[in-house]
């Protein structure tokens, strides 16, 4: 069975810094992805961004990078240079694929409020 | 470009009441779709999904199904609410076959139910 944990049910952040959002993942599976989603109070789920368990490359989206640490299970989102719209809830998500399962198992979420 | 729409936008039904939520897709073929529910303050928690029509994999044994009577129409259903289906229900989609795959969502729908 798959489990993504975020510890973080809350964090606060000043406008124009980098704020890191934490995500550790548990899984048998070899192949794997890991994605991170933006839910503002609309209730909308958002794609922010991807990582592969094979890439070795760090994934980045503009403003939105993934710190992946394979061998600690970590795929932690960094957000540079904040911005008030970036307030929102954030889920770090995960497809384990040697199962075929295409399913995605979702982490509780941190609620990320930017002040100005 | 790909759209998914979902109705009704909030629900309030009573308990014991028959429940139909619908999602559309737009603008793909055969994709995956996709039935989870979010609780308050909660993540989100995976129901049902399909691969193809008639095709539905039950995740979380409960009083909810789903059919999927048309290649980008997917329809949650209940005989009689409970109080405990209250919740954001999302549908989602997605095309790949690898493990990026990644799902789009549709703008929910509230369901209380009283």
């Known amino acids: 069975a798959q489990k993504i944990t975020q510890t973080q049910p809350g964090m606060f952040v000043q406008e124009k810094e980098a704020v890191t959002l934490d995500c550790t993942y548990d899984?048998?599976?070899?192949?794997?992805?890991l994605f991170w989603y933006k839910q503002p109070s609309s209730g909308e789920m958002i794609f922010l961004i991807y990582?592969?368990?094979?890439?070795?490359q760090n994934a980045t989206e503009g403003r939105y990078s993934l710190n992946f640490q394979k061998a600690r299970k970590s795929a932690n989102l960094v957000i540079s240079a904040s911005q008030l719209g970036d307030s929102a809830m954030y889920f770090c998500a995960m497809r384990a694929m040697d199962t075929g399962r295409r399913a995605l198992t979702f982490g509780s979420g941190t609620r990320l409020q930017v002040q100005p | 470009s790909q759209t998914i729409h979902q109705w009704p936008a909030t629900l309030v039904q009573p308990v014991g009441s028959p429940l139909s939520l619908e999602c559309t897709v737009e603008g793909t073929s055969n994709p995956n779709l996709y039935w989870y529910r979010q609780a308050a303050g909660r993540g989100l928690q995976l129901l049902f999904y399909?691969?193809?029509?008639?095709?539905i994999s039950s995740e979380v044994p409960q009083n909810l199904s789903a059919s999927r009577p048309q290649d980008r129409q997917f329809i949650l259903s209940s005989k009689k609410l409970l109080l405990s289906d209250s919740g954001f229900y999302l549908c989602a989609w997605s095309v790949g076959s690898g493990s990026r795959d990644e799902q789009f969502f549709g703008p929910g729908t509230r369901l209380t139910v009283l």
């Open positions: 990582q592969g368990s094979y890439d070795e």
């Open positions: 399909s691969v193809g029509i008639g095709q």
């Open positions: 899984t048998s599976d070899q192949s794997y992805g």
